[in-house]
């Protein structure tokens, strides 16, 4: 594919904030003030994110000034729908990161008039060592070098929820969004689908649109965690519905289409948030 300038700028900025994050891994980053709680302690921030972000907003705004930049790590992070929206999360997975899990991503999405058009997902040396990658109508694609010459992706075929291999996600953050979260893990459960929990949102995804996995629901999601992974997701052939209840919040339900409606109305029964 022929990548247009806003594919090589989010995925420059990937790579620049990937180099921050393995740069880091090994050492004692954790230490003085290095890793702060946000809203809960399960909720956390590094400096590492936060120079991450710094590096990523320095290399958009060089490129396209007048854009706007939503990133998980601003102080009112607020994304309106209206005109070019960069939608960045430094890390997705900051607790793996922080723990030494190796499952986190950087994510970068653009979104015109709240429409994802291209979306770049980098998983660093230091954890799948991926690059995952969509411009809208040109497919899906991962590269395992620090070039955009990946192989395409396509989603699964598996036609039925008994036997899917669907990730979902347990929140640690608060009492309500684990109990919404909860009311779609136990029937999933009940109807015989290999669950997974493994948290990013944007990895897991990331592993829809190649077929890793079947489908993932998550009863309560940033923008910034599905913004990039909900494109990779389409263009690898797959669907996703996601019901916002703000501009930032939004019950995201993806699949590799085929068991799409099944988990729809599973999740509409089981919280009454079907669209």
Partial sequence: MDAPSELTTAHESALKAGSIIDDRVGTDFRAAEATVAKESGNDLVTDVDRNCQAAIVETIRDRFPD?????????????????????????????????????????????????????????????????????????????????????????????????????????????ARRARDLAVVVPLLERGVKLRRTASTALNLCQVATGNADGYVVGSSNVWDFAAGELLVDEAGGTVNRRETTPMDAQVIASNGHIQSALEGLVEHTTGRGR
């Fill in 67 to 175: 854009d706007r930049i939503v990133g998980e790590e601003d102080d009112q992070p607020n994304a309106t729908g209206d005109g070019r929206e960069w939608i960045v999360d430094p890390i997705d997975g900051t607790a793996n990161f922080a723990t030494g899990f190796p499952y986190y991503c950087v994510s970068i999405a653009l979104h015109v008039d709240g429409d994802p058009t291209v979306g770049v997902v980098h998983s660093p040396e230091t954890a799948l060592g991926e690059t995952f990658y969509a411009v809208v109508g040109e497919g899906a694609y991962c590269s395992t070098t620090q070039d955009l010459a990946g192989e395409p992706i396509h989603v699964s075929d598996h036609d039925t929820l008994d036997g899917a291999l669907v990730q979902a996600r347990l929140s640690e953050r608060s009492a």
